[in-house]
């Protein structure tokens, strides 16, 4: 039989009315193209051993708008593909059946060829049906079906000289609706990638396919027209053909003899083109690429920085929108202590031009805004399950992938996990006694309403005065009747100044955004540029000169008063000499000497993470504020009506715990994550959290960490921690794609050196000398580890030096 030429159908095809059996479906081919069938309107039937894998299957389906139904057929079972069949006839009225992976007319050949076969399609998930599916469905093609069978067996992977003339045609049609099918799903997936139109796309990758097979060349998808394969003439329509050849194109013999020549030539021709366009190797999976947890601002650039490189990702978010922390903590006075000119995004020339902040500080509601238009601009949504949690995520060394469980009872498996979990997400309630039995209102600020809370005439308490308090409490005491500040251990706060942009300022930087951009990661907090940090010591400045500098920071306002020295975070006596200075701004601030001494804190300034305010210790001399201290008399209880200290029960009509945040491991240990050989986390991490790089953990294959514990993360701006870990880590993903490498997971040699890295670095400085959450000693029974990095550059150059160095540290399975 001469092989014909089959045209491309238009993209527009429409499927309603008709009735496709997929079987395979849990298949990467079978699973893309019956949610494609079913886009087109087709009802579907998914057909598959797995039936847990058709759900997601089935619910993907139905969420895109599709109908479909899942039944379990084992596809070595001849009689039950007929009776499965039969019954959805009966059901549907004629039914074409899409019998994937499957025809390849020697079995006995195929088998033979398997380790061949199985290496080719290993990459795409396409392994067990294939091999399974292969001679069965030569039996059904040839006796029990005939006539209703269609082969859509990988591409082009046809005996057509083999079959019969009414199968030939139907399979004919088959291949139309495939290439159709598939044209639509990978040009929707990547129409937003790379910006190529999706035509264009698909046909070239057509082209590549088809041409290796020796008998079919495509048409461009907007015109519908035939081209002869060897042909020079092309569609106007269509991109043009890159001039070199693709590996592929150049290694191989166009004389195709064996299927496995077809098939891998098939294969071959799709890395090719595909890696014209992404650079990526071929990913024909039915799940994503990636999970991601979260969609804060970590995962949503996880989401985004994927597509650039083609990997498909798919977040999973608690929250009902996306923000991460600043969804969460939207209590009064929220507010972020790095200036919002650098507390966004830098990846996009176009993003940061276009937004504009109002205020040298945002407030939460503009940066959960700006959040939401980073979200729409990138269309991000689409990728993120909402109001969903990641309970459990077990490794399968077998597969090489992640099981990843949610509460809502999904499964999703994906060879990459990205915990985008944030550093500050899980709230830490003490456990005062009596907590549960309080009769009003109790809130904490990490977890506040959406509703608007109102104040007015309420006898309020707020418990804690850690940087959250420190801004709500000069905004609750505005409107509130009474407010109660239960106060364990006094904060060093500095005023932020905060102020709105003048239009000139925001224009100066935005005229060159990408230099101070690059200024500011070379900061050791990658950020402040504007206010360097002053190398010289504190003792080699007169006393008039060191109290002037300081001056002039508490003037200026921001976390960058720290910066006044450069050994005020190394050196007790120089830390002192900024430590008293604030100590005289409290007292010359607050009237009544008894509550001044009470907020006067006597620790290192700097070792638990320095306040920036509005009024804070100003607000102790209102009428309506009072200040308890549960320092020296602990909370004994709390009651129905209030909280009770030192024997005395302050009522009250609302509690906010102002508590703070298990740090940095709390979100991630909620989670049950199990990495080789089942180990857990929470018992890799029982001695404290041990990273490589703060990336990665020995034992947890493929699992990446953005900000993790052992990156400098909290000490820096996150943003631009985050930005750095997220490009380091989707590299890292691409590389190992590209080179065809299944695993990356870190030595315990690598990850030990680095714990005492970390460590010895910390201990060079006063932040281990105090009770902080940056050492997890807030909450209770937490191991003490001083978990973030000091120093973001000689960081980033680390990173870059471990892969330079062919991933130094890390092991990277084939
Ligand atoms: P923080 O900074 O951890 O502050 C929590 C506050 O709550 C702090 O003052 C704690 O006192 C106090 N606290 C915690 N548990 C208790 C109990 N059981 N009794 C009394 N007081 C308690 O959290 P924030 O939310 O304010 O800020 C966290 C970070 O978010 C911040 O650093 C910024 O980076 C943004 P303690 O000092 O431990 O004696």
Not at 333 to 346: I, Q, T
Not at 360 to 389: K, M
Request: glycine residues 8%; contains cysteine; aromatic residues 8%.
């Amino acid at each position: 039989m001469t092989a014909p030429q089959f045209p491309l159908p238009h993209a527009s095809t429409d499927l309603t009315g008709q009735v496709a059996f997929v079987t395979g479906a849990s298949s990467g081919l079978g699973h893309r193209f019956a949610r494609t069938l079913a886009a087109a309107g087709a009802d579907v039937v998914v057909a598959a051993r797995r039936t847990d894998r058709l759900e997601d299957l089935a619910a993907l389906i139905r969420a895109d708008g599709g109908r479909c139904a899942p039944v379990a057929l084992d596809m070595t079972d001849a009689d039950a593909i007929v009776a499965a069949v039969d019954a959805a006839e009966a059901a549907f009225g004629t039914v074409t059946i899409l019998l994937n992976n499957a025809g390849i007319p020697d079995a006995q050949r195929a088998h033979k060829m398997s380790v061949d076969l199985v290496d080719r399609v290993l990459d795409t998930n396409l392994r067990g049906p294939y091999l399974l599916s292969c001679e069965v469905a030569r039996r059904l093609i040839a006796a029990e079906l005939p006539g209703r069978m269609v082969n859509i067996s990988s591409m082009g992977a046809f005996d057509y000289d083999g079959m019969g003339a009414a199968l030939y045609s139907i399979t004919k049609a088959a291949i139309n609706r495939m290439t159709e099918a598939l044209a639509m799903e990978w040009s929707r997936n990547h129409i937003n990638v790379n910006g190529i139109a999706p035509g264009a796309f698909a046909s070239e990758m057509m082209e590549g396919m088809m041409s290796r097979i020796g008998d079919f060349t495509p048409s461009c998808p907007a015109s519908g027209s035939v081209t002869r394969r060897n042909s020079t003439r092309r569609c106007s329509t269509c991109a043009p053909r890159p001039r070199s050849s693709s590996p592929a194109r150049s290694s191989r013999s166009t004389t195709v003899n064996s299927d496995a020549d077809r098939i891998g030539a098939v294969y071959d021709a799709v890395r090719a083109v595909r890696g014209r366009w992404d650079r990526r190797g071929i990913a024909v999976t039915d799940g994503p690429d990636v999970v991601v947890v979260g969609a804060g601002f970590a995962g949503m650039y996880t989401l985004r920085r994927c597509r650039m490189l083609g990997l498909r990702a798919r977040a999973f978010e608690a929250g009902t929108g996306v923000g991460g922390t600043w969804y969460w903590n939207r209590y009064p006075g929220a507010r972020c202590d790095v200036e919002s000119m650098e507390y966004s995004y830098s990846f996009d020339e176009n993003l940061q031009q276009e937004w504009n902040w109002s205020e040298r500080y945002a407030a939460q509601p503009e940066i959960l805004s700006y959040a939401n238009h980073v979200a729409d601009r990138f269309d991000l949504r689409r990728d993120i399950t909402f109001g969903t949690r990641v309970l459990r995520a077990v490794w399968d060394a077998t597969t090489a992938t992640w099981t990843v469980h949610t509460d809502g009872g999904e499964e999703v498996v994906a060879p990459y996990l990205v915990m985008a979990t944030g550093c500050l997400s899980s709230t830490n309630t003490p456990d005062i006694p009596g907590l549960a039995s309080f009769a009003g209102e109790l809130h904490h600020t990490g977890n506040w309403p959406h509703e608007a809370v109102d104040f007015r005439g309420k006898r309020v308490g707020v418990i804690g005065t850690g940087s959250s308090a420190v801004q709500a409490i000069p905004v609750i005491a505005d409107t509130a009747g009474h407010l109660t500040v239960f106060q364990r251990t006094p904060q060093y706060s500095v005023p932020a100044r905060n102020r709105p942009l003048e239009v000139d300022e925001v224009a100066a930087t935005k005229a060159d955004y990408a230099t101070f951009r690059e200024r500011n990661r070379r900061m050791p907090a990658g950020f402040g540029s504007r206010y360097p940090r002053n190398e010289t010591s504190v003792f080699d400045v007169s006393e008039d000169d060191a109290r002037a500098e300081l001056q002039f920071r508490w003037e200026r306002g921001g976390t960058t008063f720290m910066g006044a020295f450069g050994d005020l975070a190394l050196d007790r006596e120089a830390n002192e000499i900024a430590a008293s200075f604030v100590r005289e701004k409290i007292a010359e601030t607050v009237t009544d000497p008894e509550v001044a001494a009470r907020l006067t804190p006597t620790h290192v300034i700097g070792c638990k993470r320095l306040c920036i305010d509005t009024e804070y210790f100003a607000t102790f001399n209102r009428d309506n504020v009072t200040l308890v201290d549960v320092g020296t008399d602990p909370i004994e209880s709390i009651t129905p009506a209030g909280v009770r200290t030192g024997g005395v029960e302050h009522e009250l009509d609302m509690l906010i715990l102002a508590t703070g945040f298990d740090a940095m491991t709390g979100t991630l240990l909620r989670i049950d994550i199990r990495g080789r050989d089942g180990a857990t986390l929470r018992d890799a991490w029982a001695a404290g959290p041990r990273t490589y790089l703060g990336l990665s953990v020995a034992g947890f294959p493929n699992l990446f960490m953005v900000s993790g514990p052992g990156s400098p993360s909290v000490l820096t701006n996150m943003i631009v921690s985050i930005e750095q870990h997220v490009e380091w880590i989707t590299d890292c993903i691409d590389h190992l794609r590209r080179t065809g490498r299944r695993s990356i997971e870190a030595t315990p040699e690598a990850q030990e050196d680095w714990v005492a890295h970390v460590n010895s670095i910390a201990d060079k400085t006063l932040y281990p000398s105090c009770n902080s959450w940056y050492l997890g000693a807030n909450v209770p029974g937490k191991t003490r580890v001083f978990m973030p990095l000091l120093g973001f550059p000689p960081y980033v150059e680390t990173c870059r030096r471990v892969v330079d160095n062919d991933y130094e540290g890390f092991t990277v399975g084939v």
